[in-house]
């Protein structure tokens, strides 16, 4: 499969993506890609391009598309879940989210600024865990090693054949595989299992790869053309309107501020915030997710689903690095 070098040389960054995870004593440099700028959130590839982006971007029947570049093993893009899933509840009317995958890995065929085993990695997801306080267990690159993004990329493609709803809870589920559980998503066997436990045909999803394989080289190189160079990239979009970029990890409001920008009367709804309602809604979910979704602290969002699990009237999945809140 062809790689991009855009992407191949960005690909331990979005890997490893914590601002605060350089090595200690050692100088950042604003040219180097494998180093992530703190102010961002993301590693950088540098570019002697002009950074504005004036590609148009078609909407569908709502005013504004989020148009996001992303990949399955991408930590930044777990990183932003919580902001995802609020926005999907307060401007899900009028905003539509459209996934396109990136390309992370490609194959393990490099080697630069010390990097060139999954080994390598394994600790810095350890530690990206904590910067966006959401459970990542970096052992899976010890235990049981991804060879690539491409397979579980590419399932995605194939899941949004049969259903585009299902293809994102099918995502969800192979980062909650990934990122908590140490599967290898790039097998088969736990491709097909996220697959059923989203609600996918995972015999047509099988059927379906092939093709969407030609749909995933399609997205590689609209990421380039829309001059993407790191994860999570998100365009919002409305009309005939320049889009404006959310680049990297950021905060609820930058979202909330593209959206209004492109359409001032994009409508904000309120939604039920008690743990019955955002359960049923989002039946797996991270303290974290917890805490934004019911706008309390962490430390109160910990309490209430302690209380929660006390009462069994939730179950939870413990990883090393934190946990998932389960609907029973």
């Not at 630069?112 to 394994?122: F, Q």
Request: hydrophobic share 40%; charged share 20%.
């Amino acid at each position: 499969m062809r790689k991009l070098p855009v992407f191949f040389t960005a690909v331990l960054c979005m890997l490893l993506v914590n601002c605060t995870g350089q090595t200690k004593n050692k100088p950042m440099s604003n040219t180097n890609p494998l180093l992530c700028d703190p102010a961002t959130g993301v590693c950088e590839i540098p570019s002697t391009q002009d950074s504005h982006i004036t590609a148009k971007t078609a909407t569908g029947q709502k005013p504004v598309k989020l148009v996001y570049f992303t990949d399955p093993i991408c930590s930044s893009c777990w990183g932003i879940e919580p902001q995802l899933r609020k926005l999907k509840l307060e401007y899900g009317q009028d905003v539509e989210i459209e996934y396109h995958m990136g390309g992370l890995l490609p194959d393990w065929s490099y080697n630069s600024g010390g990097i060139s085993k999954p080994s390598d990695v394994a600790h810095h997801w350890d530690e990206v865990s904590a910067y966006y306080n959401m459970p990542i267990d970096g052992d899976v690159w010890l235990e049981d090693p991804l060879d690539s993004s491409y397979p579980p990329s590419i399932a995605f493609m194939a899941a949004q054949y049969q259903d585009k709803e299902k293809a994102v809870k099918f995502l969800r589920q192979m980062r909650e595989m990934v990122f908590l559980q140490k599967k290898n998503i790039a097998k088969w066997e736990h491709i097909a299992t996220a697959a059923t436990q989203a609600g996918l045909d995972a015999v047509q999803l099988k059927a379906d790869y092939e093709r969407a394989t030609i749909a995933f080289k399609e997205d590689l190189q609209y990421a380039r053309k829309m001059g993407v160079r790191g994860f999570p990239t998100v365009f919002v979009t409305s009309g005939d309107q320049p889009p404006t970029m959310v680049y990297g990890f950021k905060p609820y409001q930058a979202f909330e501020q593209g959206i209004q920008k492109m359409h001032p009367t994009a409508s904000k709804a309120a939604y039920v915030k008690d743990w019955p309602q955002l359960f049923a809604v989002y039946p797996t979910m991270t303290t974290r997710e917890f805490a934004e979704l019911s706008e309390i602290s962490l430390v109160d969002a910990e309490k209430v689903l302690r209380g929660l699990l006390e009462e069994k009237a939730i179950s939870m999945y413990s990883s090393k690095n934190g946990v998932m809140w389960m609907k029973k």
